[in-house]
């Protein structure tokens, strides 16, 4: 482990140089932003590249140049001040995700250059984790609710997607950075290559990080370092108006849960992922037929794996009355299970009479899971009355597979009107083809066999929306859209341990389903920019785990102070309005800007109605920037506050409260050299030491910190 640069010391060091540098730039002019927003391309909403200004849907874009500022240890962090999106680990300080617009994580879409990154493994509130090196990314493009029937519909809360750099301007460019961050004691180090020779088009990346335990107010927190690196190719080729591309990428991390155990509930807790290794080999074919109707083909396809280690120990003492006098149990649970996707999409675009542009295509997809699990559980008393130990292993193969087809047409009936409707049609396969169990327990070992079970769904969704940009510098819309996620493999067959706990599949689960409603308005005028929207959603058969009493699902278990046994099933609802705001103003020295969300959301299960979700009703950011153009370099600065109010969450066993937080910041970027080719970022974060949890995060936030980033760009 690298030594450690002492709180105090680095901030004091840094702060000078900072006050230096502005106070000889003073006398410089403003600049302005090199790429405006409203003329962005964006690809999500329509699956060929549009404004962001003509985008029928809410979408927001992490542009390339946010990505060279970050300073974050977690690419989730880069995307937390969108309006909407929030943060979740899960007690995973290595596996950030996000939620959007209030729902879970395993709800949000991901996608990586459109092919979908999918994880069988998931719970009702689990996904993979966004597991892509931010080294090879050109931009993300999140798209807030399920408006892209194009990119799949296999979402509620909206779909994130990832694109990569596929090529540059000149034969070979690049950037080489590092970042060290004081919350962690911990180094990032990334380099990445590009350009374009000829026909011939390239990209080479690659990262490290080696993250140390959160530095907090109250001190380092135990379990909560992580290590994750990555490698990825882009090999392209056009001829005449063809192209062709290969991708290959890889992205691994090792973490482990971070547990508080206040009331020593626990004589031992442990999570941990010593692996989780995601692989992916994508093939891309474009071709311009620049035909009377028929314009373009877009076909590609991939192989992706997925492979996760999963280590779990618990270990409670429990009192009993006599003669037993108390109860040892402790669980352990080892898992590894392999998750193997392919996949493939046929798309064409078309433009028709009377001002029409219809998108065609067809998608495929497969996933096919094989879990290998060891367990081990012992029973022992204080008098030795009861002493059992009992070990388990088991082995299960598991399927799914979709086939859809969807459309998207925008019309431009009138003068300055717009009406886009889009359809995808699914047709979903599940199946149990293998699961084997052996139990071992006082010397007699009883074998198992789960007989083959299949689950099959198919489902049309649907999509519309209505622009109008008859007003100068304003763009109105109106959407509905809806939403559809349909349950795992893991939900529909496998059982589950984890954290002491057993978890039992349902084979006869329903898909999840949704209803959403947008208003939305973009306005770019008088130095303004401004794009907010009201939504409105309705969700039902949410698939949560109840507790057993002896369902056929549990093998007859009850969930009982011994242990605890739950099952899958469709049991709740949800309701969600919300109003997103994001606006800033370039007319002055300093440029203010503000980003936030208001929501509300009520939560119904079997047995609750409820409104305190544990959805906080306002986060955002506000602050402003400045930007100086000097003889010899940029320097860029950022004073924000970011900001959540209290949250009350009603939906579990017991009520959890999160205080209302806020904290100050500073980012300062500076680009200087030829082309700007250096760059230092320094942020320095929660600058009043603010003691704090969010609302989606189980790990206390880092307390002050800084964090210092160099690149070279070639």
Known sequence: MLHTITRGSFVLSALPLFIAGAVSAAPASTAQNKTSKEDMLVVTANRSESSLWESPATIQVIDQQTLKNSTSTSIADDLQDIPGVEVTDNALAGRKQIRIRGEASSRVLILIDGQEVTYQRAGQNYGGGLLIDESSLERIEVVKGPYSVLYGSQA???????????????????????????????????????????????????????????????????????????????????????????????????????????????????????????????????????????KKIHLDAYEQT??????????????????????????????????????????????????????????????????????????????????????????????????????????????????????????????????????????????????????????????????????????????????????????????????????????DLQAEHSNNYELGARYNGNLWMVDGAVYYSEAKDYIASLACTGQAQCNGNTTSSRGGYYYYNNIDRAKTWGMELSAEYNGWAVSPYLSGNLIRRQYEGPTLKTTNTGEPSATGRVGVKHTLMLNVANVTSDVYIRAASSAKDDTGSKEIRTPGWATLNLAVNTEFGANDQYQVNLALNNLTDKRYRTAHESIPAAGLNAAVGFAWNF
């Open 156 to 294: 509620i809360g909206g779909v994130v997607n990832f694109i990569t750099k596929k090529s540059g301007v000149k034969p070979i460019a690049g950037t080489v950075k590092a970042v060290y961050n004081s919350a962690t004691a911990g180094w990032e180090e990334s380099a990445a290559a590009w350009g374009s020779v000829g026909q011939f088009d390239y990209r080479i990346n690659g990262s490290y990080s080696d993250q140390g335990d959160r530095d907090t107010p109250d001190g380092r927190l135990p379990n909560t370092h992580f290590r994750n690196n990555g490698q990825g190719l882009w090999l392209g080729y056009n001829f005449g108006n063809q192209h062709i591309g290969l991708s290959l990428d890889r992205y691994e991390l090792a973490t482990q849960t971070y547990f508080d155990d206040p009331d020593s509930q626990y004589d031992a807790f442990s999570v941990r992922i010593p692996n989780l290794t995601r692989e992916k080999v994508g093939l891309f074919y474009d071709i311009d037929v620049d035909g009377d109707y028929l």
């Open 306 to 507: 997925i492979d996760r280690q999963f280590e779990n120990q618990v270990a409670t003492t429990q009192p009993i009355p006599f003669p037993i006098r108390s109860l040892t149990v402790r669980n352990q649970t080892n898992t590894h299970d392999k998750q193997y996707t392919q996949g493939v999409t046929l798309q064409s675009n078309f433009t028709l009479p009377a001002n029409n542009a219809l998108v065609l295509g067809t998608q495929y997809k497969r996933d096919k899971v094989s879990q290998t699990s060891d367990g081990f559980t012992s029973q022992k008393s204080l008098t030795g009355i009861v002493n059992t130990e009992t070990r388990t292993n088991a082995y299960n193969e598991s399927e799914q597979s979709n086939t859809s087809l969807f459309a998207q047409n925008d019309w431009g009936f009138a003068d300055n009107w717009t009406w886009t409707v889009g359809a995808r049609q699914y047709w979903l396969s599940s199946k149990l083809t293998r699961g084997d169990a052996q139990s071992t327990s006082r010397g007699i070992t009883t074998d198992t066999s789960l007989p083959e079970q299949s689950a099959h769904d198919n489902e049309l969704v649907t999509s519309t929306s209505l622009r109008y940009a008859g007003f100068d510098n304003v763009e109105l819309r109106a959407a509905f859209a809806q939403g559809y996620v349909f349950p795992t493999l893991s939900q529909l067959f496998m059982q589950t341990a984890a954290g002491g706990g057993t978890t039992y599949g349902n084979p």
